[in-house]
C-alpha cells in the first residue's frame, strides 16, 4: 500500500499570536509545529504500512521553513517527503491548495491519501475533500479508524453525540483523519540521523504553473480582517434555589463554557 | 495553577540551530513533558526513580546518544547537550542518570574498552537492559580522586578488587559497575608499551558485574537533593573478577577525568534546562500573581530585576554552552573550556532558582511547583563532577599556570 500524507506546519497553538501590519494574518515571526491531525495522520500512515507493507510518503506546501514538518515525518519513519515550497503557499485557500498537491498526485498514483481534518491555523477542513474532488476519487471525512476490506477498506467515521457511521469504500481514496485516533509516536535520535539519507524532493511554484497559474491570486476566500477578540468583563448572578442555580450552571459550563 | 513551559529564547538562539538540532530537542522536551512532568513530583516526594522510563529512554535513543554504532544514534555534541539541557528542564535526577549511563559507563568502555567489552555491553546498555554506575568517589576522596584507597591484585588470571565506593548515582540498581582502582603492583602489570612511571600510572578501570560475590549496594538516604535519582555506597570485598573485565586502555587518572570531561559537559547543557524552568515559572507566575494595587507583581520594578537578570544569565549560559559545543564537534575543546562551562551555567543556574523561588513568595516552598526541587537539585550537582571551587582552580591553573590546589 502506497500512502501519501498531506502535513502542513501552522502556528504553535498556545503560542502567542501575533498580527501582520495589515491585520489579514499571522506574522511570519512565531514558533510554528506540526498541524496535529496531520501528526495522526502520518501516525496512522505509518502504522498502516507497519500492518500491510508499502511506503509512506509525506507532502507539505509551504515556505523553506515548513521543511522541518518533512524532516520530523521522515525522522519518526516516512520513507520520503515532497516539499511544494514557496511563501506563496501561506496564503493560498483550500481549493488553491487542493489543486498544487492534485497537480504532484496526477503525475504519481497513490492507494490512500491522507490528509488532517482540518488545519489549525484557517480551520477549513476543506482540503481533503476537494482534492479527492478534483483527483475523481472517493473521500471520506473525520475517519477513527481504517480497515481493509476486500479490495477496499472500511472506514470508521465519527459523527455527532457520539453516534458513529462505518463506510465500505474501494481504493484508491481520500481520507481526512481525526485527532486522537492512535498514540502519536516520537522521532527517536537514531530516526533524526536516518532521515538525512531519505530522499526529499522540492517542488517550486512555477513548476505548477498550470495547476495553480494565478497563485495566491487564484483564491476564492480571502480574509479581510483578523482582531483579538476584545475581553471584556462579565459577571452574571444566576438566580433561583440552589437545585436551580446549579442546573443553570451545568447547562452553561456544557453549552456556553463547553469545559464539561 | 498549572505553568506550562514554554522554552526561553531571548536573543533568537535557536536561529543558532540547525533543523536536526532544533528537532532533536523538541522530540526530548516533548518526551519529559508528557512523560516525566505528571509523575515527578511525587518521585521527589517519595525519593523514588522512575525506573519505568528506562526503556522508553532507550527506545529514543538518550543513552550514549553521542556515540557512532552498537544501537547509538551518533548525535552531535551540541544535540547531545540539547537533549541533556530538556532532560534537567525535567529533572537533575534523571538528567544525571542518563548522564551516567552515557558519559560515565558507556563512554569509558567504548574509548578504553576491548571489542569483546564492546560488543557485550554497549548494546545493553544503549537499549537500557542494563544499567551501569561509575563508580570514582570515596568516603575519604572526592575531589582528590587521585588518592582513592581501592586496590586491584592480580591473582592469576583475575583481578581482585577492594574498597569502598561513595556518593555512586545507581549504584543499587547497577547490572555493571565501572569501578576505578589502582592496580597492585605495578611494575609486574606494566608492559613494554608504557614505560612512563607517573603516580597516577596505575589507576585503572575496571568492569564488575554487579552479582559478583562480595559486591554491595546500600542506598544513601536522607538526601535532600537528587531524590528522584538512586544513590548509594558500594562495597567491594574481595570481588573476584576476569582479567578480561580490565577497560585495556584505560591508563592512570586521566582516564576517569575523560568520563567526568564528557559529563560536565552535558550538566553546563542540563543546567541551563533547569534555569529555564525556574525562569520560566516565576515569569508566568509574576505577570499573572497581583499584589498591591491590584497590579501584577512583574509591574514591580525590584521583581523585574530579577527577571532580567535571570534572562541574561540564561542566554549568557546558553551561549557559552554552544559553543563549548562547537568547539567539541570540531575535536578543539579543551578541559578548562568545559570547567568554565560546568561552573558558570550551574552557578546561574542556582542563582535562578533562588530568585524565582523568592518571586514566587511562600508558593515557591511548596512542590506545586518546580522551583524548590530544581534549587535542592542544583546542590548537588554544584558538588559533583566537580565542585564549583574546583573548577575555579582549573582554570586558575589554567590561566596563571599556577596549581592551587
Ligand atoms: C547526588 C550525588 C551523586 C553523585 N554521584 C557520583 C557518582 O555517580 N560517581 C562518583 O564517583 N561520584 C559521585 N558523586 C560524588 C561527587 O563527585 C563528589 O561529592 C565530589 O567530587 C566532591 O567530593 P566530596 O563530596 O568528597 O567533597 P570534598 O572533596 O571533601 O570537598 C568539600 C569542599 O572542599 C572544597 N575543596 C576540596 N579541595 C579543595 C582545594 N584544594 N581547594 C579549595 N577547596 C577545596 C570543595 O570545593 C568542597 O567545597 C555524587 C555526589 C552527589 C552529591
Ligand atoms: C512556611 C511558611 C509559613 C508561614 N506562616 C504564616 C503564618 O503563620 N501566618 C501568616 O499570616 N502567614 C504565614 N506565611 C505567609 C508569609 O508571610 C507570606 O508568604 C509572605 O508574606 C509573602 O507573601 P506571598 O507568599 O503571598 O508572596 P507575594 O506577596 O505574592 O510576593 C511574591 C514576590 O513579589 C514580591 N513583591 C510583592 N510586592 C512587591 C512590591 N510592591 N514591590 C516589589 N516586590 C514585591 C515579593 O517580595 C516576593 O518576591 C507563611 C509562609 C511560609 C512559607
Redesign the pocket.
Known amino acids: 500500500m502506497k500512502i501519501l500524507v498531506c502535513m502542513k506546519q501552522v502556528p504553535q497553538k498556545d503560542a502567542p499570536l501575533k498580527l501582520n501590519a495589515g491585520g489579514t494574518w499571522i506574522r511570519e515571526d512565531v514558533s510554528y509545529e506540526v498541524n496535529e491531525p496531520d501528526a495522526y495522520a502520518l501516525e496512522e500512515a505509518l502504522r498502516q504500512k507497519e500492518k500491510n507493507g508499502g511506503e509512506v510518503i509525506v507532502i507539505t506546501a509551504g515556505p523553506g521553513r515548513a521543511q522541518q514538518v518533512l524532516r520530523e515525518a521522515l525522522a519518526k519513519g516516512a520513507d520520503r517527503a515532497i516539499h511544494l515550497e514557496d511563501d506563496a503557499f501561506v496564503g493560498f485557500d483550500a481549493l488553491n491548495m487542493a489543486r498544487a498537491l492534485a497537480a504532484v498526485i496526477k503525475a504519481e498514483p497513490f492507494d490512500l491519501i491522507f490528509t488532517g481534518l482540518q488545519s489549525d491555523d484557517y480551520g477549513y477542513a476543506q482540503t481533503g475533500v476537494i482534492l479527492a474532488e478534483l483527483l475523481g476519487i472517493p473521500h471520506a471525512t473525520i475517519v477513527m479508524q481504517i480497515e481493509s476490506s476486500g479490495d477496499g477498506i472500511r472506514v470508521k467515521r465519527e459523527l455527532e453525540a457520539g453516534y458513529f457511521q462505518f463506510v465500505e469504500m474501494p481504493l484508491p481514496a481520500v481520507l481526512t483523519i481525526q485527532s486522537g485516533i492512535n498514540k502519536l509516536r516520537y522521532a527517536t535520535l537514531l530516526g533524526i540521523k536516518q532521515a538525512k539519507n531519505k530522499p526529499l524532493r522540492k517542488i517550486t511554484l512555477a513548476e505548477l504553473q498550470s495547476a495553480v497559474p494565478a497563485g495566491a491570486a487564484g483564491n476564492l476566500q480571502k480574509i479581510e480582517r483578523l482582531y483579538v477578540p476584545q475581553k471584556t468583563k462579565n459577571t452574571e448572578f444566576i438566580q433561583g434555589t440552589p437545585a436551580e442555580a446549579a442546573r443553570t450552571i451545568v447547562e452553561k459550563l456544557r453549552n456556553e463554557v463547553r469545559v464539561i | 495553577m498549572v505553568i506550562p513551559f514554554r522554552g526561553v529564547d531571548f536573543l533568537e538562539f535557536d536561529s543558532l540551530l540547525n533543523d536536526d538540532e532544533r528537532l532533536v530537542r523538541s522530540t526530548a522536551r516533548q518526551f519529559i513533558e508528557e512523560n516525566l512532568i505528571p509523575i515527578i513530583e511525587e518521585c521527589n516526594r517519595a525519593g523514588r526513580f522512575p525506573r519505568e522510563l528506562v526503556k522508553p529512554m532507550a527506545a529514543l535513543g538518550f543513552y550514549g546518544a553521542s556515540l557512532q554504532g552498537y544501537g547509538c544514534a551518533g548525535m552531535s555534541n551540541v544535540e547531545y547537550g540539547l537533549v541533556m539541557q530538556e532532560l534537567e528542564r525535567g529533572d537533575s535526577g534523571l538528567r544525571s542518570f542518563v548522564s551516567v549511563q552515557s558519559a560515565l559507563v558507556m563512554y569509558p568502555i567504548y574509548t578504553f574498552g576491548s571489542d569483546e567489552q564492546k560488543q557485550q555491553w554497549l548494546p545493553a546498555l544503549q537499549s537500557g537492559e542494563k544499567i551501569g554506575c561509575f563508580g570514582l568517589t570515596e568516603p575519604d576522596f572526592g575531589s582528590n580522586p587521585g588518592a582513592m584507597r581501592s586496590r586491584a591484585r592480580k591473582s592469576g588470571r583475575e583481578y581482585i578488587l577492594n574498597g569502598e565506593k561513595m556518593w555512586i548515582t545507581s549504584g543499587s540498581i547497577a547490572d555493571v559497575a565501572m569501578i576505578w582502582a589502582k592496580v597492585e603492583n605495578p611494575k609486574e602489570e606494566k608492559d613494554e608499551r608504557n614505560t612512563r612511571n607517573t603516580k597516577d600510572e596505575c589507576v585503572r578501570g575496571f568492569l564488575v558485574e554487579t552479582d559478583r560475590p562480595g559486591f554491595k549496594a546500600q542506598d544513601i538516604h536522607g538526601k535532600w537533593s537528587l531524590r528522584a535519582s538512586v544513590t548509594s555506597g558500594l562495597s567491594l570485598q574481595d570481588v573476584r573478577i576476569p582479567e578480561s573485565n580490565l577497560l585495556p586502555a584505560t591508563q592512570g587518572l586521566k582516564s576517569p577525568l575523560m568520563c567526568l570531561n564528557q559529563a560536565r559537559y552535558g550538566i553546563a547543557w542540563g543546567a541551563i534546562g533547569a534555569a529555564m524552568a525556574c525562569y520560566d515559572c516565576a515569569l508566568q507566575y509574576a505577570q499573572l500573581?497581583k499584589?498591591?494595587h491590584d497590579k501584577p507583581?512583574a509591574s514591580?520594578?525590584?521583581?523585574q530585576e530579577k527577571l532580567a537578570w535571570m534572562v541574561t544569565e540564561i542566554t549568557k549560559a546558553q551561549l557559552l554552552a554552544l559553543q563549548v559545543g562547537r568547539l567539541k564537534d570540531e575535536k578543539k575543546t579543551q578541559h578548562q573550556h568545559v570547567s568554565m562551562a560546568k561552573r558558570n551555567n550551574v552557578w546561574m543556574a542556582l542563582e535562578c532558582a533562588r530568585l524565582s523561588r523568592?518571586?514566587?513568595?511562600?508558593?515557591g516552598?511548596a512542590d506545586d511547583y518546580p522551583i524548590m526541587r530544581h534549587m535542592m537539585n542544583l546542590e548537588s550537582v554544584k558538588t559533583y563532577e566537580g565542585t564549583h571551587d574546583i573548577h575555579t582552580l582549573i582554570l586558575g591553573q589554567n590561566i596563571t599556570g599556577l596549581d592551587a590546589f
Do not use: E, W
Open positions: 500573581r499584589q498591591f507583581i514591580h520594578q525590584l521583581v523568592d518571586i514566587l513568595g511562600a508558593n516552598v
